[in-house]
Protein backbone atom coordinates (compact mmCIF):
# COMPACT_ATOMS: atom_id res chain seq x y z
CA UNK A 1 0.00 0.00 0.00
CA UNK A 2 1.68 3.53 -1.17
CA UNK A 3 2.29 5.07 2.07
CA UNK A 4 0.57 8.72 3.05
CA UNK A 5 3.74 10.99 2.26
CA UNK A 6 4.27 9.24 -1.25
CA UNK A 7 0.55 9.64 -1.84
CA UNK A 8 1.38 13.30 -1.07
CA UNK A 9 3.85 13.84 -3.04
CA UNK A 10 2.51 12.13 -5.91
CA UNK A 11 -0.74 14.70 -5.55
CA UNK A 12 1.96 17.93 -4.66
CA UNK A 13 3.65 17.13 -7.92
CA UNK A 14 0.41 18.89 -10.57
CA UNK A 15 0.81 21.94 -8.65
CA UNK A 16 5.08 22.02 -8.87
CA UNK A 17 4.16 21.14 -12.61
CA UNK A 18 2.19 24.13 -12.83
CA UNK A 19 4.72 26.50 -11.84
CA UNK A 20 7.48 24.37 -13.77
CA UNK A 21 5.31 25.38 -17.00
CA UNK A 22 4.60 29.08 -16.11
CA UNK A 23 8.78 29.45 -15.31
CA UNK A 24 9.05 27.75 -19.06
CA UNK A 25 6.04 29.90 -20.63
CA UNK A 26 6.25 33.41 -19.22
CA UNK A 27 7.76 35.85 -20.94
CA UNK A 28 7.04 38.82 -18.97
CA UNK A 29 4.54 39.68 -22.29
CA UNK A 30 7.47 39.90 -24.70
CA UNK A 31 5.89 37.52 -27.16
CA UNK A 32 7.31 38.10 -30.53
CA UNK A 33 6.58 37.28 -34.25
CA UNK A 34 9.42 39.69 -35.95
CA UNK A 35 12.66 38.45 -34.21
CA UNK A 36 16.03 37.36 -36.39
CA UNK A 37 15.98 34.29 -34.24
CA UNK A 38 12.08 33.45 -36.16
CA UNK A 39 13.94 33.85 -39.27
CA UNK A 40 16.58 31.21 -38.51
CA UNK A 41 13.85 28.65 -36.76
CA UNK A 42 11.40 29.29 -39.81
CA UNK A 43 13.94 27.65 -41.83
CA UNK A 44 14.79 24.85 -38.95
CA UNK A 45 11.03 23.67 -39.49
CA UNK A 46 10.49 24.21 -43.20
CA UNK A 47 7.93 27.02 -42.31
CA UNK A 48 6.33 28.95 -45.36
CA UNK A 49 7.30 32.39 -45.54
CA UNK A 50 3.01 33.31 -45.11
CA UNK A 51 2.96 31.21 -41.99
CA UNK A 52 2.97 33.04 -38.86
CA UNK A 53 5.13 32.00 -36.14
CA UNK A 54 5.08 32.92 -32.43
CA UNK A 55 8.49 32.71 -30.72
CA UNK A 56 8.22 32.34 -26.91
CA UNK A 57 11.84 33.00 -25.48
CA UNK A 58 13.15 33.12 -21.50
CA UNK A 59 16.29 32.44 -20.01
CA UNK A 60 14.65 28.89 -19.49
CA UNK A 61 13.03 28.11 -22.58
CA UNK A 62 12.92 28.66 -26.28
CA UNK A 63 9.83 27.61 -28.29
CA UNK A 64 8.33 28.26 -31.12
CA UNK A 65 4.25 28.49 -31.99
CA UNK A 66 2.98 27.57 -35.75
CA UNK A 67 0.14 28.57 -37.22
CA UNK A 68 -1.71 26.02 -36.89
CA UNK A 69 -1.83 25.75 -33.34
CA UNK A 70 -4.27 28.16 -33.09
CA UNK A 71 -3.02 29.86 -30.53
CA UNK A 72 -3.38 33.83 -29.80
CA UNK A 73 -0.84 35.51 -28.62
CA UNK A 74 -3.18 36.89 -25.39
CA UNK A 75 -3.05 32.98 -24.40
CA UNK A 76 0.69 33.36 -23.87
CA UNK A 77 0.80 36.75 -21.76
CA UNK A 78 0.84 36.54 -17.75
CA UNK A 79 -3.39 37.59 -17.26
CA UNK A 80 -3.87 33.97 -19.09
CA UNK A 81 -0.46 31.82 -17.55
CA UNK A 82 -1.82 33.39 -13.93
CA UNK A 83 -4.30 31.04 -14.27
CA UNK A 84 -1.87 28.26 -13.82
CA UNK A 85 -0.35 29.59 -10.85
CA UNK A 86 -4.37 29.54 -9.18
CA UNK A 87 -4.48 25.81 -10.21
CA UNK A 88 -1.03 25.31 -8.84
CA UNK A 89 -2.48 27.04 -4.96
CA UNK A 90 -5.73 24.51 -5.60
CA UNK A 91 -3.77 21.79 -6.02
CA UNK A 92 -1.39 22.18 -3.42
CA UNK A 93 -4.19 21.95 -1.32
CA UNK A 94 -6.07 19.45 -2.40
CA UNK A 95 -2.53 17.45 -1.96
CA UNK A 96 -3.33 18.66 1.69
CA UNK A 97 -6.20 17.69 1.90
CA UNK A 98 -5.75 14.31 0.56
CA UNK A 99 -2.87 13.40 3.05
CA UNK A 100 -3.89 14.51 6.33
CA UNK A 101 -6.75 11.77 6.37
CA UNK A 102 -4.43 9.39 4.88
CA UNK A 103 -2.15 9.97 7.75
CA UNK A 104 -5.09 9.57 10.09
CA UNK A 105 -6.33 6.19 8.49
CA UNK A 106 -2.85 4.59 8.30
CA UNK A 107 -1.57 5.28 12.16
CA UNK A 108 -5.37 6.34 14.31
CA UNK A 109 -5.31 3.06 15.00
CA UNK A 110 -2.26 2.86 16.67
CA UNK A 111 -2.79 5.64 18.36
CA UNK A 112 -6.05 4.42 19.65
CA UNK A 113 -4.22 0.92 21.24
CA UNK A 114 -1.46 2.63 22.71
CA UNK A 115 -3.71 5.58 24.28
CA UNK A 116 -7.02 3.71 24.59
CA UNK A 117 -9.99 5.63 26.11
CA UNK A 118 -7.54 9.09 26.39
CA UNK A 119 -6.14 9.10 22.67
CA UNK A 120 -8.82 11.82 22.15
CA UNK A 121 -6.97 15.09 24.42
CA UNK A 122 -9.73 16.44 26.18
CA UNK A 123 -7.99 19.18 27.56
CA UNK A 124 -7.45 20.49 23.87
CA UNK A 125 -10.60 22.88 22.79
CA UNK A 126 -9.75 22.83 19.23
CA UNK A 127 -10.09 18.77 18.90
CA UNK A 128 -12.65 18.83 21.11
CA UNK A 129 -15.20 21.31 18.66
CA UNK A 130 -14.08 18.96 15.96
CA UNK A 131 -15.62 16.23 17.57
CA UNK A 132 -18.84 17.42 18.59
CA UNK A 133 -20.82 16.00 15.79
CA UNK A 134 -19.42 12.90 16.11
CA UNK A 135 -21.53 10.50 17.96
CA UNK A 136 -21.75 6.68 18.48
CA UNK A 137 -25.19 4.65 18.53
CA UNK A 138 -26.03 2.13 20.88
CA UNK A 139 -25.33 -0.80 18.92
CA UNK A 140 -22.27 0.84 17.74
CA UNK A 141 -21.16 1.06 21.23
CA UNK A 142 -21.93 -2.59 21.97
CA UNK A 143 -20.58 -3.62 19.27
CA UNK A 144 -17.12 -1.64 20.52
CA UNK A 145 -17.67 -4.14 23.53
CA UNK A 146 -16.52 -7.23 22.02
CA UNK A 147 -14.83 -6.08 18.90
CA UNK A 148 -11.32 -7.24 18.52
CA UNK A 149 -11.08 -4.04 16.42
CA UNK A 150 -12.55 -1.94 18.10
CA UNK A 151 -9.36 0.31 17.10
CA UNK A 152 -9.68 0.65 13.03
CA UNK A 153 -13.68 0.67 13.95
CA UNK A 154 -13.41 4.07 15.91
CA UNK A 155 -10.76 5.36 13.28
CA UNK A 156 -13.28 4.66 10.54
CA UNK A 157 -15.69 6.40 12.30
CA UNK A 158 -13.96 9.72 13.08
CA UNK A 159 -12.56 9.43 9.46
CA UNK A 160 -15.75 9.53 8.55
CA UNK A 161 -16.40 13.08 10.27
CA UNK A 162 -13.57 14.35 8.45
CA UNK A 163 -15.30 13.68 5.01
CA UNK A 164 -17.02 16.68 5.45
CA UNK A 165 -14.34 18.36 7.08
CA UNK A 166 -11.65 20.04 4.78
CA UNK A 167 -8.91 19.42 7.26
CA UNK A 168 -6.16 21.80 5.05
CA UNK A 169 -5.92 24.35 7.70
CA UNK A 170 -4.04 25.30 10.29
CA UNK A 171 -7.00 23.64 12.76
CA UNK A 172 -6.46 20.16 10.28
CA UNK A 173 -2.95 20.13 10.85
CA UNK A 174 -2.92 20.82 14.95
CA UNK A 175 -6.15 18.23 15.09
CA UNK A 176 -4.12 15.13 13.02
CA UNK A 177 -1.11 15.83 15.12
CA UNK A 178 -3.04 15.44 18.30
CA UNK A 179 -4.83 12.68 17.37
CA UNK A 180 -1.56 10.74 16.46
CA UNK A 181 -0.33 11.71 19.63
CA UNK A 182 1.63 14.65 19.33
CA UNK A 183 1.92 17.36 21.77
CA UNK A 184 2.18 20.72 20.43
CA UNK A 185 2.09 20.19 17.25
CA UNK A 186 2.90 23.42 14.86
CA UNK A 187 5.54 24.09 18.01
CA UNK A 188 7.17 20.93 16.93
CA UNK A 189 7.02 21.16 13.17
CA UNK A 190 8.19 25.15 13.69
CA UNK A 191 11.32 23.75 15.21
CA UNK A 192 11.63 20.93 12.50
CA UNK A 193 11.59 23.61 9.77
CA UNK A 194 13.29 26.41 11.43
CA UNK A 195 10.46 28.58 10.40
CA UNK A 196 7.74 30.64 12.78
CA UNK A 197 4.61 28.83 13.65
CA UNK A 198 2.47 31.92 13.56
CA UNK A 199 3.82 32.63 10.19
CA UNK A 200 3.50 29.14 8.53
CA UNK A 201 -0.36 29.25 10.44
CA UNK A 202 -1.01 32.46 8.85
CA UNK A 203 0.28 31.52 5.66
CA UNK A 204 -1.75 28.22 5.40
CA UNK A 205 -4.88 30.06 6.19
CA UNK A 206 -4.09 32.68 3.29
CA UNK A 207 -3.51 29.40 0.95
CA UNK A 208 -6.66 27.91 1.82
CA UNK A 209 -8.84 31.31 1.67
CA UNK A 210 -7.40 31.51 -1.59
CA UNK A 211 -8.03 27.97 -2.66
CA UNK A 212 -11.81 28.94 -1.71
CA UNK A 213 -11.75 32.19 -3.56
CA UNK A 214 -10.53 30.70 -6.46
CA UNK A 215 -12.57 27.37 -6.48
CA UNK A 216 -15.60 29.50 -5.89
CA UNK A 217 -15.58 32.48 -6.90
CA UNK A 218 -13.04 32.62 -10.02
CA UNK A 219 -10.36 34.27 -7.84
CA UNK A 220 -12.89 37.10 -6.90
CA UNK A 221 -12.74 38.68 -3.51
CA UNK A 222 -14.99 38.06 -0.48
CA UNK A 223 -15.54 42.06 -0.90
CA UNK A 224 -15.82 41.88 -4.14
CA UNK A 225 -17.30 38.41 -5.85
CA UNK A 226 -18.48 40.69 -9.09
CA UNK A 227 -15.16 42.32 -9.40
CA UNK A 228 -11.70 41.71 -11.48
CA UNK A 229 -9.95 38.24 -10.47
CA UNK A 230 -7.23 39.23 -7.54
CA UNK A 231 -3.39 39.54 -8.67
CA UNK A 232 -1.30 36.41 -8.35
CA UNK A 233 2.20 36.20 -8.78
CA UNK A 234 4.64 33.49 -9.45
CA UNK A 235 6.59 34.39 -5.90
CA UNK A 236 3.78 34.44 -3.94
CA UNK A 237 1.82 30.59 -5.65
CA UNK A 238 5.56 29.16 -5.38
CA UNK A 239 5.92 30.51 -1.69
CA UNK A 240 2.32 28.76 -1.27
CA UNK A 241 3.22 25.55 -2.50
CA UNK A 242 6.47 25.14 -0.51
CA UNK A 243 4.53 25.81 2.47
CA UNK A 244 2.11 23.45 1.89
CA UNK A 245 5.10 20.68 1.06
CA UNK A 246 7.09 21.94 3.68
CA UNK A 247 4.78 21.46 6.30
CA UNK A 248 3.42 18.08 5.08
CA UNK A 249 6.84 16.66 5.31
CA UNK A 250 7.50 17.82 8.81
CA UNK A 251 4.65 16.27 9.64
CA UNK A 252 5.28 12.95 8.53
CA UNK A 253 8.41 13.01 9.76
CA UNK A 254 7.74 13.78 13.17
CA UNK A 255 4.07 11.34 13.20
CA UNK A 256 6.32 8.60 12.17
CA UNK A 257 8.84 9.07 14.93
CA UNK A 258 5.70 9.10 17.31
CA UNK A 259 4.33 5.71 16.03
CA UNK A 260 7.65 4.34 16.49
CA UNK A 261 7.27 5.17 20.11
CA UNK A 262 3.79 4.27 20.32
CA UNK A 263 4.47 0.49 18.90
CA UNK A 264 7.43 0.24 21.27
CA UNK A 265 5.00 0.92 24.50
CA UNK A 266 1.54 -1.54 23.15
CA UNK A 267 4.34 -4.37 21.98
CA UNK A 268 5.67 -4.01 25.64
CA UNK A 269 2.27 -4.60 27.20
Known amino acids: MTSPIQTFKDNIRPANLM ?28 AEATEELLLVYNELFLGLVRERAQLPPSTLRRASLNHLLRQAVVAGC ?53 DPNAAEYIANKILGLTNFSYLSSRKGVHITGRLLG ?5 DQISNQLGRDK ?16 IVHRADRSKEDPDGLPQEISYAWAKRSVDTVEHISLALDEIVQTK ?7 INAR
Do not use: C
Not at 259 to 264: G, R, V, Y
Open 94 to 146: TALDTYLPSLLRVNLPTSIRAFGRDFIPRDDAIVMEFFQDLTFTLDETLRLLA
Open 19 to 46: LQVYSLLDTNDHISSEEEMIKALRAIVQ
Open 182 to 186: VQNPW
Open 259 to 265: MNELQAV
Open 198 to 213: KEMGTALFEISERRNS
